[in-house]
């Protein structure tokens, strides 16, 4: 909740997949993370410069299910987070 | 594992059949492809075999060989292979259909031509596979499924014109439908022209990857389709803050009480023939040991399990809704964050929901678990969740036990809520011990959590009836085989020694002194010497103590499972029966269950570990269920 809050203080919008709000969406500028990891989810669509979508999540909001190339993924918050958004680019 | 295989984990064809020695050598076929996309169902289409299917990603992961008669009279052998991403392997899974495309797995031969299957309402991401699979240079026919539902959410793709940008030959089918399978067989047959071949970028790097695709499915007029309206709109429920724990809670409770309210009359049927045959078999052969070993025996042992059968058959069809229309994914996500905290991952959450039907297929399904600990964690704790094969046991003892009470209104009642409790009661168990070795020896870092969301399906009715069929089958196999053996030794032992040409009193026979002999280990536990028997033999498999205590009984003159209940609240103290219930929910007795962990994990370390483990904590609890009630 304070992330979302702090995500609505930001003029630039959110800057990662968690601060997405359910339903808003947002251009992947890259993964923040280990090679193995990053090519699995690159493998499931979570290409840097495709669209993102958040959508619904399980109670408390984690994980939370991504729109992204044509699938539904859920993903934990930890990894969420580690994917980042094109900023200033809607 | 013999007496299990056909709960999920089917069985693989793998020797060559008799006619095997003729010249020309048998074409090998690979079914590959991105997970779920649909192999096992075009498998099974093929071959007539019943591969297990469901809707949710990861079902196969083993491969599994089925064998093709064209119409040519050419027989060919498919294989069906776990799905993949991509060429590099990341789970146990994936490294099957890695090994075998690469022709290094020692007892299949490299295929002659592979089936790509993929799903045509996501060809942007699963076309990537594409490229690596085309340049292993084996003749490849492109499958384009689930052509129905691409055509139903306004998606279109042009065959051939992907087919000439591909260089290889595709076709667009719904193998759940039968819907264009008759283009599959003539690529078998070697009648389906191949288009010329084409460079194809092997690319490392998959953001180029996905722009080559993004090219080619621009020149095949690649219209993806809709969003499942109905997806979005079911999801919009059961993945509601609020809604959806209640609904999930409202599932679990409808499939208990309907355990033992729908079930009941057709399991007082199967009683009725059961007692009725038994009394007509008594009647009409002549008296002598054979009558009694058959009456008493068989009917008294076999008899009193197989009632069991249409309530199993509940669950399963139950599960079977559950796992293909895709909701377990859904419900993984809802479970992500408890699994979270007791050190595991949503992931596990499915083999160890499939552990509710039976524990060995559920310990094949942790393959799909990238994290080896997170794995072993798994398969650890898999036995804890209540298997089918408890539900006789407990069936029995709650139904002797335990008056039948409304609790909330008729939505559930007292019968059914202790159902409930000894569920959960081995859920916890399951809970406690991932907390206890995922601190401890098996501690790791945190894994990753993905899980793709299919859409939603109807549940086929082939589909469930061909689940219920299997199973039925697997249980009656059992109780033919293992329980009708169990009940059969236990007769003789109960007639020896022959002592003037009588059989002794069945305390004095050679049941009755090994009854006795662990009597004095037991009786803390507030069990007397014929649940003792009944919990030795119950070692090959659970549900045989209830055959065990059937014949014992039956030789006592009360056969038919009425009655079976009446001797037991002779024999039992109530608390005594809570602490056979308990018994029965911490302890590891299953045969099968050892030997796949024992194949899972590579030795005899972990099953050795697991057994001890069940086995004391379920003695501790029993003991100090009984103490605390007595």
């Keep these: 909740m304070r992330r979302r809050l702090r995500a609505h203080g930001r003029p630039a919008g959110p800057a990662t997949l968690v601060e997405l709000e359910e339903g808003q969406g947002g251009i992947l500028d890259r993964l923040d993370l280990p090679e193995d990891e990053a090519r699995r989810l690159m493998e499931l669509g979570f290409l840097p410069g495709h669209r993102v979508t958040a959508a619904l999540a399980a109670p408390g909001g984690d994980p939370r299910v991504f729109r992204v190339d044509g699938a539904e993924i859920a993903l934990r918050r930890e990894t969420a987070a580690r994917l980042v958004l094109r900023r200033n680019g809607e | ?630």
């Design chain 2, 1 to 630: 594992m013999s007496s299990c295989h056909g709960c999920g984990a089917a069985q693989p064809l793998t020797e060559m059949p008799p006619g095997a020695a003729a010249p020309a050598k048998r074409k090998t076929i690979a079914l590959v492809g991105p997970p779920n996309s649909g192999k096992s169902t075009l498998f099974n289409r093929l071959t007539g075999l019943r591969q297990k299917v469901a809707n949710f990603p990861g079902v196969t992961v083993e491969k599994h060989v089925g064998e093709l008669r064209l119409e040519d009279g050419t027989e060919l052998n498919l294989i069906d292979l776990p799905g993949i991403y991509s060429l590099t392997p990341r789970s146990e899974d994936e490294r099957v259909a890695h090994d075998v495309l690469h022709g290094k797995m020692a007892d299949v031969p490299r295929p002659d031509g592979i089936l790509l299957i993929l799903d045509s309402t996501n060809l942007g991401r699963h076309l990537m596979l594409a490229a690596p699979i085309l340049s292993l240079g084996l003749p490849t026919l492109v499958v384009l499924n689930m052509a129905d539902d691409l055509c139903a959410r306004g998606g279109k793709v042009d065959a051939a014109a992907l087919a000439s940008q591909l260089g290889a030959p595709v076709t667009l089918i719904s193998a759940r439908e039968g819907i264009g399978v008759d283009a599959v067989l003539r690529f078998l047959a070697g009648t389906v022209a191949t288009p010329e071949p084409v460079e194809l970028p092997v690319l490392q790097d998959i953001p180029k990857c996905r722009e080559w695709v993004a090219r080619i499915n621009a020149r095949a007029r690649y219209h993806a389709p809709a969003p499942p309206v109905w997806t979005r709109r079911l999801d919009s429920v059961f993945l509601h803050p609020v809604l959806g724990p209640v609904v999930f809670g409202a599932v679990v409770v409808a499939v208990f009480q309907s355990i033992f309210t729908a079930a009941v009359p057709l399991m007082d049927g199967v009683r009725q023939l059961v007692t009725l045959s038994g009394d007509w078999l008594a009647v009409a052969l002549p008296a002598s040991p054979w009558r009694s070993l058959l009456v008493e025996g068989v009917w008294g042992g076999v008899g009193s399990v197989i009632v069991f059968l249409p309530q199993i058959l509940l669950l399963f069809l139950f599960i079977g809704v559950l796992e293909d229309s895709g909701y377990l994914a859904r419900a993984a996500v809802i479970a992500d964050r408890t699994m979270a905290r007791v050190g595991l991952q949503g992931k596990s959450f499915i083999p160890l929901l499939s552990a509710y039907a039976c524990a060995v297929p559920a310990i094949l399904a942790t393959r799909t678990i990238e994290n080896k600990r997170d794995r072993i964690a798994t398969i650890l704790i898999a036995p804890f969740m209540t298997c089918s094969a408890r539900l006789p046991v407990y069936t029995l003892i709650i139904a002797a036990f335990i008056p039948e009470r409304p609790l909330l209104g008729s939505a559930l009642g007292s019968r059914a809520a202790a159902m409930l409790g000894l569920y959960l009661l081995g859920f916890l168990a399951a809970v406690v011990t991932a907390r206890l070795l995922k601190s401890s020896v098996l501690k790791s870092h945190r894994a990753t959590f993905i899980l793709e969301m299919p859409p939603y399906r109807w549940p086929t009715l082939q589909s469930l009836g061909l689940r219920l069929y299997d199973r039925a089958k697997v249980f009656l196999r059992r109780a033919g085989t293992v329980i009708l053996g169990v009940a059969v030794v236990l007769w003789i032992l109960a007639h020896l020694p022959v002592q003037n040409g009588q059989a002794p009193p069945i305390e004095h026979s050679v049941v009755g002194v090994i009854g006795r002999t662990i009597e004095p280990l037991i009786r803390p536990l507030g069990f007397n010497w014929k649940v003792g028997v009944g919990l030795i033999s119950s070692l090959a498999a659970r549900e045989v103590i209830v055959g065990t205590l059937g014949a014992i009984y039956g030789m006592e003159g009360n056969a038919g499972s009425a009655s079976l209940q009446e001797a037991l609240r002779h024999d039992l103290t109530p608390a005594g029966a809570v602490a056979l219930l308990v018994f029965f929910a911490f302890a590891m007795q299953c045969m099968s269950t050892i030997a796949v962990v024992r194949k899972e994990t590579g030795g005899w370390r972990w099953p050795a570990l697991q057994f001890a483990y069940m086995g004391a904590l379920a003695y501790a609890g029993a003991f100090i269920a009984n103490q605390l009630l007595r």
